[in-house]
């Protein structure tokens, strides 16, 4: 179970490494989303929601909430990543933005 853990944390640690420095050392980023003046709120609720997710993860490892450990860590994930798609097009339709 820890090398499923590590793999999937260790990928997403990646990505998001990898975005960053492509957009904040090279000027290119990887995703093509542009949300003009709302770029900040976009980016900054994104890592305030995997930050949550984390502390959630965390939480439910320590309390061994569902039995296993493997779902102890990847159940908050995954909730946690369909709750961010959900917000970022709950936002987009609110100020009428477009992907």
Do not use: C
Request: aromatic residues 18%.
């Amino acid at each position: 179970s820890f090398g499923i853990i590590s793999l999937v944390f260790g990928l997403l640690f990646g990505m998001s490494a990898s975005q960053d420095i492509s957009k904040y050392i090279f000027g290119k980023p990887l995703q093509k989303k542009d949300f003009g003046k709302m770029n900040w709120f976009f980016e900054h609720s994104g890592r305030m929601i995997v930050s949550y997710i984390a502390a959630v993860s965390a939480f439910a490892s320590i309390q061994n909430i569902f039995g296993n450990t493997t779902i102890n860590f990847l159940a908050p994930v995954v909730l946690g990543t369909a709750y961010m798609f959900y917000t970022e097009k709950k936002y987009m339709k609110e100020f009428s933005l477009k992907k």
